[in-house]
């Protein structure tokens, strides 16, 4: 994903050419989907998550101060809008407490142990609150660098760092005992 086509598309889209908003779309919607579904666990949701982020980005592209990189720009964008539809969904989160009952112990299979252990490590990131999940999603889930989620979130980078750091903490307190528990008896 190069910068310099990003820059020669919002040129050319400023200048006029509709059309190629389309490879911006193209080389950024993987990746749109993919955080947007990290947000709400849910393919169909991301999906329109996406869309709604290209139209905001593509409404407000005149308003990119190219004082950071466009996807950037994009993610801080779209990490905004993901963030105010999150508040519109309603609360289906496991509380951190409850955790333990997604994992299911009477597995033999270590493959599907491993998948129920990140699909749990998930929900309790889901479940924390929103400026530490927030935090967490862009750094962990969407590899996102520490400056790179500071100007997603809008905040600064000692915060982020904060932040990860927090729900880091709150997640080992409460993950601790149900990822070190006790194994199924091998057969």
């Known amino acids: 994903m190069s910068a310099t086509e990003d820059l020669a ?5 400023l200048g006029g050419d509709i059309s190629a908003f389309e490879g911006i779309v193209h080389r950024w919607q993987g990746p749109l989907v993919n955080m947007a579904y990290r947000f709400c666990n849910d393919r169909g949701r991301a999906e329109e998550m996406a869309q709604e982020a290209f139209l905001r980005v593509y409404r407000s592209l005149a308003g990119w101060r190219r004082d950071a990189a466009f996807s950037t720009w994009l993610f801080a964008v779209a990490a905004n ?3 105010s539809e999150l508040k519109h969904i309603p609360a289906g989160n496991v509380a951190l407490d409850d955790v333990a009952e997604l994992m299911d112990k009477h597995s033999h299979a270590r493959e599907f142990e491993e998948h129920q252990r990140d699909r749990m490590v998930r929900k309790a ?3 924390l609150p929103p400026k530490y999940r927030d935090a967490m999603v862009l750094y962990y889930f969407h590899e996102m660098n520490v400056p790179a ?3 997603s979130l809008g905040v600064p980078e000692g915060t982020v760092k904060a932040r990860l750091f927090r729900g880091r903490e ?3 307190n409460k993950l601790s005992q149900l990822l070190e528990g006790p194994r199924p008896k091998e057969a």
């Open 81 to 83: 809008l993901y963030r």
């Open 9 to 13: 598309d919002v040129e050319r889209v």
């Open 149 to 151: 989620a500071s100007n």
């Open 125 to 127: 990131v889901m479940a």
């Open 170 to 172: 709150i997640l080992r």
